[in-house]
């Protein structure tokens, strides 16, 4: 855990410095940088970080990664320092990660009911700045406003069979 009390606070300033050079270390190791945040938590100040690769990233990668970009930061006021993968389920907010979604289900969350719903499901057909527009069941574009939505997530949809190679240990009263 590396941490120094620099000139940098946990302002946005120190954030787009951490992104910039944790954007430079995964160009180098092939990665996609996706989010950096510094989040205050009873734990102290974490630094979270992260990344993605095509066709997914390993444990192994993360700690490569952590190990890279952690000396580079000393002059950074954090207490924890985090690097993981965002998910399968992670938010859309990019163009790339829109390329990477389009067409696909997504549910749309609001910040606010619209027609008594706060959340929409649908094909993912447009994004830009202003707009994000999916076709849902009945194939009418539905347009919202970017400042009206609170998260374009990926669905992920599972059936039994994703799990037909688990064993569950069955729950019983006796200890």
Known sequence: MAKSKGARGAGQSAVGEVERRARAVAEEMNLE???VTLQKE???KCLCVYVDKEGGLSLDDCERYHKRLQPMLEDVDYDIMEVSSPGADRPVKTRRDFEKHRGELV???LFAARDGAKAFRGLLTAMDDATVTITGET????VFQRREV????AVIERDEDDFADVEFDA???EE
């Open 33 to 35: 940088l996706v989010e």
């Open 150 to 153: 609170a998260v374009v997530k």
């Open 107 to 109: 549910e749309v969350r």
């Open 42 to 44: 009873s734990r102290g």
């Open 171 to 173: 729950l019983n009263d």
């Open 139 to 142: 194939e009418q574009p539905l």
